[in-house]
T-cell receptor
């Protein structure tokens, strides 16, 4: 059990560019969550997968955001046409089928210039 | 909608002091309640949890009791250490596969 990993850990981009983040959950965890955390705030839910199915999306997730989990293992979160307001820490968490505990990765810190 | 309200920080204590961080929630039904901790430079880690009324979660000397009558889940520790310096987040979820709803976090600094 190597924990949840996220790549990259840091990303600096210019406004208008597209970025993609990757999350590798704990193996055999069928649930995967994405959250966003801005400075001084708690994480806010973005979206949730059970296996490869995306079951819930927050209204925070504008149409510039898309997430996938094609084989029910790793997941990607893409932000198109980034804006300065997208600057935040993006967190991924995974959860096993018989557990109430979500395990978080270290996050990807995005800075949009 | 569901929400969590945490005591405003930052909190600064001396080593061996008693710690309380207040947390109250608003939710329908019977949510599960959690405390997560974020140490400097690290990811969120589950500290403790409680899944039903009157349950007490405990870990590493920290405790919190699920109080449905006051919709609270206050975090306590009898004697804090410098290594407890971190940001503490109270959170709730509606069920086993539900998203977490977090409070804003409380930064704790413990001085020697």
């Amino acid at each position: 059990d190597t924990g949840v990993s996220q790549n990259p850990r840091h990303k600096i981009t210019k406004r208008g560019q597209n970025v993609t983040f990757r999350c590798d959950p704990i193996s055999e965890h069928n649930r995967l969550y994405w959250y966003r955390q801005t400075l001084g705030q708690g994480p806010e839910f973005l979206t949730y997968f059970q296996n490869e199915a995306q079951l819930e999306k927050s209204r925070l997730l504008s149409d510039r955001f898309s997430a996938e989990r094609p084989k029910g293992s790793f997941s990607t979160l893409e932000i198109q046409r980034t804006e300065q307001g997208d600057s935040a820490m993006y967190l991924c968490a995974s959860q096993g089928a018989s557990s109430e505990t979500q395990y978080f990765g270290p996050g990807t810190r995005l800075l949009v210039l | 909608g569901d929400s969590v309200t945490q005591m405003e920080g930052p909190v600064t204590l001396s080593e061996e002091a008693f710690l309380t961080i207040n947390c109250t929630y608003t939710a329908t039904g019977y949510p599960s309640l959690f405390w997560y901790v974020q140490y400097p430079g690290e990811g969120l880690q589950l500290l403790l949890k409680a899944t039903k009324a009157d349950d007490k979660g405990s870990n590493k000397g920290f405790e919190a009791t699920y109080r449905k009558e006051t919709t609270s889940f206050h975090l306590e520790k009898g004697s804090v250490q410098v290594s407890d310096s971190a940001v503490y987040f109270c959170a709730l979820s509606r069920g086993g596969s539900e998203k977490l709803v977090f409070g804003k976090g409380t930064k704790l600094t413990v001085n020697p």
